[in-house]
T-cell receptor, first 115, second 115 residues
Framework: NAGVTQTPKFQVLKTGQSMTLQCAQD?????MYWYRQDPGMGLRLIYY???????DKGEVPDGYNVSRLKKQNFLLGLESAAPSQTSVYFCASSSTPGTSTDTQYFGPGTRLTVL | AQSVTQPDIHITVSEGASLELRCNYS??????LFWYVQSPGQGLQLLLK??????LVQGIKGFEAEFKRSQSSFNLRKPSVHWSDAAEYFC?????????????FGKGTKLSVIP
């Protein structure tokens, strides 16, 4: 049981390049999330997916797109990377949002640098 | 919109001393409240959560937190800090109107422990 895994762990891009961050969970969770973490800013929600095939915007969605074609995978895309997207990206998943048993489980993060 | 304030950016305590990390939230209804811990280079781990009922919540690693509605606070406490508690701590509030699909995090409090 690996929990939440993210690939790659590190990535350097040039401005304008595109890439996809991958997230996988093996806990059969319905909901998945993408956050970014910047120094002194805490975590901010980019997008979330309440269930397979559905996605919704979070607090900071501009410049990103997401895909949830399979229940266990949640992809975060950067179509044209900008230096402002330099950050650490965390994926999370949870089984029962809004209930007392709910817990978001986080992956180890992807450190992205855009030059 | 909900918000979370962690007034202390950095706290230093001696090993064995007691600890209290402050968290104030802004939310119209009854909030779902969480404390997460992040060790350097790692993802976030849930320490404890409050959904309803008893306002004193026990968590892992000897931590507890008390929900005080009148003060809009959810402070984290530990009676005796260990060197391994050095990490960054995040308070978060969940939107109960939409389940916990959207968690809003505070900016974090970094804890240093002096041997």
């Amino acid at each position: 049981n690996a929990g939440v895994t993210q690939t790659p762990k590190f990535q350097v891009l040039k401005t304008g390049q595109s890439m996809t961050l991958q997230c996988a969970q093996d806990m059969n969770h319905n909901s998945m999330y993408w956050y970014r973490q910047d120094p002194g800013m805490g975590l901010r929600l980019i997008y979330y997916s309440a269930s397979e095939g559905t996605t919704d915007k979070g607090e900071v969605p501009d410049g990103y797109n997401v895909s949830r074609l399979k229940k266990q995978n949640f992809l975060l895309g950067l179509e044209s990377a900008a230096p402002s997207q330099t950050s650490v990206y965390f994926c999370a998943s949870s089984s029962t949002p809004g209930t007392s048993t709910d817990t978001q489980y986080f992956g180890p993060g992807t450190r992205l640098t855009v030059l | 919109a909900q918000s979370v304030t962690q007034p202390d950016i950095h706290i230093t305590v001696s090993e064995g001393a007691s600890l209290e990390l402050r968290c104030n939230y802004s939310y119209g209804a009854t909030p779902y409240l969480f404390w997460y811990v992040q060790s350097p280079g790692q993802g976030l781990q849930l320490l404890l959560k409050y959904f309803s009922g008893d306002t004193l919540v026990q968590g892992i690693k000897g931590f507890e937190a008390e929900f005080k509605r009148s003060q809009s606070s959810f402070n984290l406490r530990k009676p005796s800090v260990h060197w391994s508690d050095a990490a960054e701590y995040f308070c978060a509030v969940g939107d109960s109107g939409a389940g916990s699909y959207q968690l809003t995090f505070g900016k974090g409090t970094k804890l240093s422990v002096i041997p």
